[in-house]
């Protein structure tokens, strides 16, 4: 009896989380699908007219970077320039970005689904963690290049580098693209190790299943 609650519980646990990453499932496509309409837009529209739009307009901004928020001054928004080439890039990469994290969503939800079903130790679900594995070591090694470009362009944009430097309280700023996110590495590594436990699980499932 009381097994039978813990499957029963365990069936409702799989499917509450699978219901879970379905939703974020659709808001991933959702961004996506914005993204697009984004980088077709920014196709169409010529950085001329950006700029006209820009400096006939109001435009109130503020930079945050991770817990810290810096809202700008009206002259500094004043002088922003738009760049196609450079919000083109980062909406291509932004777009890498939320397809790899979708790829991931999409993965623990058919492995969630899989278990709902009681197919646990299987070679399927070994090769779903594999994936998720490599795209989290993927993100480990270029999700600060991303983030520091996220920086560069918005520096860049409102011409913030040479207002700093103006200050005199800051002598001069560089940009790092390259290193490492330890914790996602360490993730990647830890979800690849289960995939393998998962694969070696199925393994013996399938001698026991040969031999029963």
Do not use: P
Not at 83 to 98: E, G, N, W
Not at 129 to 156: D, G, H, K, P, W
């Amino acid at each position: 009896m009381g097994q039978t609650i813990q499957s029963k519980e365990f069936r409702w646990m799989t499917k509450g989380l699978r219901t879970a990453f379905t939703i974020i499932m659709v808001m991933m496509i959702f961004a996506l699908t914005m993204l697009a309409i984004f980088m077709v837009g920014a196709m169409v529209v010529s950085e001329q007219q950006v700029n006209h739009l820009l400096a006939k307009g109001s435009v109130t901004a503020a930079v945050q970077l991770e817990g810290l928020e810096m809202k700008l001054a009206d002259h500094v928004t004043s002088d922003i320039h738009y760049s196609k080439k450079d919000v083109m890039t980062f909406l291509f990469t932004a777009t890498i970005y939320i397809a790899i994290l979708l790829f991931i969503i999409v993965q623990v939800r058919n492995i969630l689904s899989n278990l709902s079903k009681g197919i646990v130790f299987s070679l399927a679900n070994s090769k779903k963690m594999e994936r998720i594995a490599y795209c989290v070591i993927v993100l480990s090694l270029t999700v600060n290049a991303f983030r520091t470009y996220t920086v560069y362009l918005i520096m860049q944009q409102f011409q913030l580098e040479s207002r700093f430097v103006e200050t005199g309280l800051i002598k001069g700023i560089s940009y790092h693209f390259t290193g490492i996110h330890w914790t996602l590495l360490l993730c990647g590594v830890v979800i690849w190790t289960f995939a393998r436990i998962f694969r070696y699980g199925a393994f013996l499932q399938d001698e026991y299943d040969a031999t029963a």
